[in-house]
């Protein structure tokens, strides 16, 4: 298992740019992808953003070309830059480490975009 902290998260007008953060600790070296979710009030929790082991990336549609996620060379932080973000990028985000024994959450924070 690992536990797992973001921050980064708060208000921010349109157009604006948010860096998000989470900390891993625990069992970080199991861990086989690492990534971005988010969920917006009424909607299901969708992907943003994933990094697996080989640094292979996914994106989801939406937020392909503005945000971009990355890590540091322990593997134990990983990263959300947000740029050009638009209202409907308000949500509650949520870091997420998988591997092939367990699927762990952060608590999430929130990212609110005003027009």
């Known amino acids: 298992q690992v536990q797992l902290v973001e921050s980064g998260g708060g208000l921010v007008q349109a157009g604006g740019s948010l860096r998000l953060s989470c900390a891993a600790s625990?069992?970080?070296?199991?861990?086989?992808?690492m990534g971005w979710y988010r969920q917006a009030p009424g909607n299901q929790r969708e992907l943003v953003a994933r990094?697996?082991?080989?640094?292979?990336?996914e994106y989801a549609d939406a937020v392909r070309g503005r945000f971009n996620i990355s890590r540091n060379k322990a593997r134990n932080r990983w990263y959300l830059q947000m740029n050009t973000l638009k209202p409907e990028d308000t949500a509650v985000y949520y870091c997420n480490a998988a591997s092939r024994w367990y699927n762990n959450w952060g608590q999430g924070t929130q990212v609110t975009v005003s027009s």
């Open positions: 625990g069992s970080v070296a199991s861990i086989a992808a």
């Open positions: 990094m697996l082991i080989d640094s292979t990336t």
